[in-house]
């Protein structure tokens, strides 16, 4: 006498659910991730109780050796407002940089960037660290 169960197991595994986590999770890192903003370079940061919440487009640092960084490109004072001009042309009428310099930097090369940043109509944020 052949004895059968009535209960099928059922084989089959949907994975929308799954789908849809990894989905969530994907877009919660795409968005995280584009809210921090490294120091590209070895540049020490002055300290500051205010942190800014504007989301910069680009970073600009500047290190002690004087030398400019726009995206990990070392680029000089002169050529600095043609660079910028090209990255930022598509951002509309006044994007926001971000401008790392060096705590024990002379400030005449900020001084230059921030009058092309004048001539230009950019935000600029200056980079800092929390004070401890």
Do not use: C, H, W
């Amino acid at each position: 006498m052949a004895i059968e169960s009535r209960n099928k197991t059922n084989k089959n595994f949907s994975m929308s659910g799954m789908s849809d986590i990894v989905f969530l999770l994907l877009i919660f890192f795409m968005i995280t991730s584009t809210l921090v903003v490294p120091a590209s370079q070895n540049v020490k940061l002055p300290e500051s109780n205010n942190q800014t919440q504007s989301n910069p487009v680009l970073v600009v640092s500047i290190d002690i050796d004087k030398t400019i960084y726009v995206d990990d490109q070392a680029y000089g004072i002169g050529e600095l407002e043609s660079v910028l001009r090209k990255k930022l042309e598509s951002y509309g009428e006044a994007p926001t940089v971000r401008l790392n310099a060096d705590r024990d930097l002379n400030m005449d090369e900020v001084f230059a960037f921030l009058d092309i940043a004048k001539r230009n109509r950019y935000k600029v944020i200056l980079g800092t660290r929390p004070s401890n």
